[in-house]
């Protein structure tokens, strides 16, 4: 099955800032709505932003006010613009891609470690 292609997770510091790139290849495109959603040994995988096609975001509630999602349609890609970094931010972030069911449903990307010091 196709797989989306994620970069930009790394490590930083409490506060600081990181940039999530996802790419839809172009077999699996048009898609209707994209996400990020953060993994943590021992907990259950969560919701962190969503974007439809129409480029209406959602955001889960630990998140809002510092995250970011935008999209790219030209480009087939979706970004997660992460700033004000905190220490229970950290976790593995995969990027989803699906027509419906999101998070449940569609595509996904391998994942991308984001690790935030204190």
């Known amino acids: 099955q196709e797989q989306l292609v994620e970069s930009g997770g790394g490590s930083v510091q409490a506060g600081g800032s990181l940039r999530l790139s996802c790419e839809v290849p172009?077999?699996?495109?048009?898609?209707?709505?994209m996400g990020w959603f953060r993994q943590v040994p021992g907990k259950e995988r969560e919701l962190v932003a969503a974007i439809t096609s129409g480029g209406y975001p959602t955001y889960g509630d630990s998140v809002k006010g510092r995250f970011i999602i935008s999209r790219d349609t030209g480009k087939n890609r979706a970004y997660l613009q992460m700033n004000t970094l905190k220490p229970e931010d950290t976790g593995r972030y995969f990027c989803?891609?699906?027509?419906?069911?999101?998070?449940?449903?569609?595509?996904w990307g391998q994942g991308t470690q984001v690790t935030v010091s204190s």
């Open positions: 172009g077999t699996i495109f048009p898609i209707a709505a």
């Open positions: 989803n891609a699906a027509n419906h069911g999101l998070g449940h449903t569609g595509y």
